[in-house]
């Protein structure tokens, strides 16, 4: 043997260094499923313009919810952050087919319906967008979110005042403390001012 240092890991070393590497997914993992929000569609002319500036995905959480889904691909929870995350970085394409496939894990929820309509959106297909949202609105009529972003893909992929306006006023009525009353009210004013 030469003069070389030459480290050995033990079996003891080799096992915790897994352990911890293991743990911290699970904590990463752990914290990010408890976030699970609908994503509303901003207010602009087209889902082009509309599009939510996007963040950076960070490609080993990502990498980490793919592993998730490849050992289990019915994991509902993995499906939905990993949509989310892709969602959040202005990936809506690739985000669409983990929503999807939440949504037939989950087909009560309105969450995932309404983020999985929004997605479709942004992806430019707003016919699939409108035929989400009544999904959405089959689960729970008066899901503020869905009724907000219906009344805005009605406006600018349709150009439907009255069906946008509909959609907004039955918001109002469904939930009266809807924490952005004031901007659907703005909305409307203005879609009624074009419209008379």
């Given at each position: 043997?030469?003069?070389?240092?030459?480290?050995?890991?033990?079996?003891?070393?080799?096992?915790?260094?897994?352990?911890?590497?293991?743990?911290?997914?699970?904590?990463?993992?752990?914290?990010?499923?408890?976030?699970?929000?609908?994503?509303?569609?901003?207010?602009?002319?087209?889902a082009?313009?509309?599009?939510?500036?996007?963040?950076?995905?960070?490609?080993?959480e990502?990498?980490?919810?793919?592993?998730?889904?490849?050992?289990?691909?019915?994991?509902?929870?993995?499906?939905?952050?990993?949509?989310?995350?892709?969602?959040?970085?202005?990936?809506?394409?690739?985000?669409?087919?983990?929503?999807?496939?939440?949504?037939?894990?989950?087909?009560?929820?309105v969450?995932?319906?309404?983020?999985?309509?929004?997605?479709l959106?942004?992806?430019?297909?707003?016919d699939?967008?409108?035929?989400?949202?009544?999904?959405?609105?089959a689960?729970?009529?008066?899901?503020?979110q869905?009724?907000?972003?219906?009344?805005?893909?009605?406006?600018?992929?349709?150009?439907?005042?009255?069906?946008?306006?509909?959609?907004?006023?039955?918001?109002?009525?469904?939930?009266?403390?809807?924490?952005?009353?004031?901007?659907?009210?703005?909305?409307?004013?203005?879609?009624?001012?074009?419209?008379?």
């Open positions: 043997m030469t003069g070389r240092h030459r480290d050995t890991v033990t079996p003891l070393t080799a096992v915790t260094g897994i352990a911890g590497v293991l743990f911290g997914v699970i904590v990463g993992y752990m914290l990010g499923v408890s976030r699970q929000e609908t994503h509303p569609v901003p207010v602009a002319a087209t082009a313009a509309a599009a939510p500036a996007a963040g950076v995905a960070n490609e080993q990502l990498q980490s919810y793919r592993n998730i889904l490849q050992s289990d691909p019915r994991n509902l929870r993995a499906n939905v952050e990993l949509a989310n995350r892709l969602y959040d970085a202005g990936r809506y394409a690739e985000a669409i087919p983990y929503y999807q496939q939440a949504f037939t894990l989950d087909q009560k929820n969450s995932v319906s309404t983020d999985l309509a929004t997605a959106y942004y992806a430019g297909r707003a699939d967008a409108l035929a989400q949202f009544d999904r959405s609105l689960i729970d009529p008066k899901h503020g869905t009724l907000f972003n219906l009344g805005i893909v009605k406006r600018d992929a349709r150009n439907d005042p009255k069906g946008a306006i509909a959609a907004w006023e039955q918001l109002l009525s469904s939930v009266p403390d809807y924490p952005d009353a004031g901007k659907v009210r703005t909305m409307i004013a203005e879609l009624k001012s074009r419209v008379s």
